[in-house]
């Protein structure tokens, strides 16, 4: 059995469409997803974008992605990476892919000099967290993550 991660292209955003259905879902969120293909296609790999994707692949077969971009820490004066979805399709779930996949974003944020590697997870799915435990990725539990979109972004951007 081969195990390869490697980066994404436009080509994938049929996958990454797919792998991002089947992330919400398990999530019991499947109607809170609002893109397609095409959406993918422009967005993560038009000119653009500061979003980087990999596809993880066993025996040249799909089966998981990871979706990232830079942030910036004030504190630590350097940039991060923050990973806005990891996932793994459930039959090849505690095969090494997630920690594949995990291992290789690391790994490009030693490379770039990056101070943190940061990413959330729902607090019901134990799964996951035990996943990140074993990794000993610490939870940040004096922070509470906000979010303004749809609606409230508008009418927060027409505010004078």
Known sequence: ??????PAEKRDSAII??????????????HEV????????KTLFGDCSRTEALICEWNAEPVGFAVFFTSYSTWLG??????????VSQ?????GAGKALLKHIAQL?????????????LDWNQPAINFYDRLSAEPVPEWIRYR?????????A???
């Open 1 to 6: 059995m081969t195990l390869t991660i490697r």
């Open 109 to 121: 944020a030693v490379a770039r000099d990056c101070g943190r590697l940061e990413w959330s997870v």
């Open 34 to 41: 609002k893109t397609n293909q095409q959406e993918i296609e």
């Open 91 to 95: 039959p090849y779930r505690g095969k």
């Open 78 to 87: 350097r940039n991060g990476i923050y990973v806005e979805d990891l996932y």
């Open 17 to 30: 469409l797919a792998f991002v259905r089947e992330l919400a879902e398990y999530e019991k969120a499947l």
């Open 158 to 160: 027409r505010r004078e």
């Open 148 to 156: 303004l979109e749809g609606a409230s972004l508008q009418q927060i």
